[in-house]
């Protein structure tokens, strides 16, 4: 179990360009989940997949975000069409269930900044 | 989910146990105490969580008052290495965790 990785761990790209971003969850972890945080604040839900499926998605995630998890392994955020204020450090978990609650587990998380 | 309320920082003696406080009055029957922290530059960390009763494991004590109005998340012998900010969330949903600004420990030698 080494845990969940998140690649790149730092971006930096010019506004209106597309970046994306890499998610392994811990193996056999049938949820993930993606979070933003922005300076000096807690990290705030974006979308969770259970295995290959997208069941929510917070109102954060514009039309700009899309995230997939095609075979229920590792995931991708998409980010189109950057703006300055997408710059936040995105996290992702994944979860196993532990007695009858999750414990949802944190990568290191990407650094985006946008110029 | 209830919302919490946790003081913005604290300061703890290295070896002393820290007691870090959480009200969340407004918390409903069906909702759990999670508390998570987040060391500088790095993704949060879960350390305990609990529904009515107290609840200990090899990182910290949970304390849930009899009203579940509020809790005290306990750090028996703080180290330096425990200096971070802790996040105590209410939720009844365990796939969708709503942190807020949580308090941001110092442990000083």
């Known amino acids: 179990d080494t845990g969940v990785s998140q690649d790149p761990r730092h971006k930096i790209t010019k506004r209106g360009q597309n970046v994306t971003f890499r998610c392994d969850p811990i193996?056999?972890?049938?949820?993930l989940y993606w979070y933003r945080q922005t300076l000096g604040q807690g990290p705030e839900f974006l979308t969770y997949f259970q295995n290959e499926a997208q069941l929510e998605k917070s109102r954060l995630l514009s039309d700009r975000f899309s995230a997939e998890r095609p075979k229920g392994s590792f995931s991708t955020l998409e980010i189109q069409r950057t703006e300055q204020g997408d710059s936040a450090m995105y996290l992702c978990?994944?979860?196993?269930?532990?007695?009858?609650?999750?414990?949802?587990?944190f990568g290191p998380g990407t650094r985006l900044l946008v110029l | 989910d209830a919302k919490t309320t946790q003081p913005p920082s604290m300061d703890c003696a290295e070896g002393r146990a820290a007691n870090l406080p959480c009200n969340h009055s407004?918390?409903?029957?069906?909702?759990?105490v999670y508390w998570y922290r987040q060391i500088h530059s790095q993704g949060p960390q879960y350390i305990i969580h609990g529904l009515k009763n107290n609840e200990t494991n090899e990182m910290a004590s949970l304390i849930i008052t009899e009203d579940r109005k509020s809790s005290t998340l306990i750090l028996p012998h703080a180290t330096l290495r425990d200096t971070a900010v802790y996040y105590c969330?209410?939720?009844?949903?365990?796939?969708?965790?709503?942190f807020g600004a949580g308090t941001t420990v110092t442990v000083r030698a």
């Open positions: 193996s056999e972890h049938n949820r």
């Open positions: 407004t918390i409903s029957g069906n909702e759990y």
């Open positions: 978990a994944s979860s196993s269930i532990e007695g009858v609650r999750e414990t949802q587990y």
């Open positions: 969330i209410v939720t009844q949903n365990d796939y969708k965790l709503s």
